[in-house]
């Protein structure tokens, strides 16, 4: 198991920019598929992007493709998602999550999460 810890959200304006991080202790990071999702108030908690183990893949939900960007340093054990052009609707809490093998996009592929950051986007 992998232990993951969020930072970097916050209240921002609307076309403003954000770069969360997902540091990562207690196991060997560089094997795990990251990923990003995220829960707005009383909805579903679905995938934002994902990362393979080197880097080489990545995935994008539509909702944010052109405006958010995942890198993770391998070195650091951390992950990042930055966010650009920001929107109301991405007021969310976002997670970070880990799972060993290829890139899946639903939450029951993930066996390991972190507690969530809030990114609230005011209009």
């Known amino acids: 198991q992998v232990q993951l810890v969020e930072s970097g959200g916050g209240l921002v304006q609307a076309g403003d920019s954000l770069r969360l991080s997902c540091a990562a202790s207690?196991?060997?990071?560089?094997?795990?598929?990251m990923a990003w999702f995220r829960q707005p108030p009383g909805k579903e908690r679905d995938m934002v992007a994902a990362i393979s183990w080197r880097g080489a893949t990545t995935y994008y939900a539509d909702s944010v493709k052109g405006r958010c960007t995942i890198s993770r340093e391998n070195a650091k054990n951390t992950v990042y998602l930055q966010m650009n052009s920001l929107k109301p609707e991405d007021t969310a809490v976002y997670f970070c999550?880990?799972?060993?093998?290829?890139?899946?996009?639903?939450?029951?592929?993930?066996?390991?999460w972190g507690q969530g950051t809030q990114v609230t986007v005011s209009s």
């Open positions: 207690g196991g060997t990071f560089s094997s795990y598929t």
């Open positions: 999550a880990a799972r060993r093998g290829v890139i899946r996009t639903t939450r029951d592929d993930f066996d390991n």
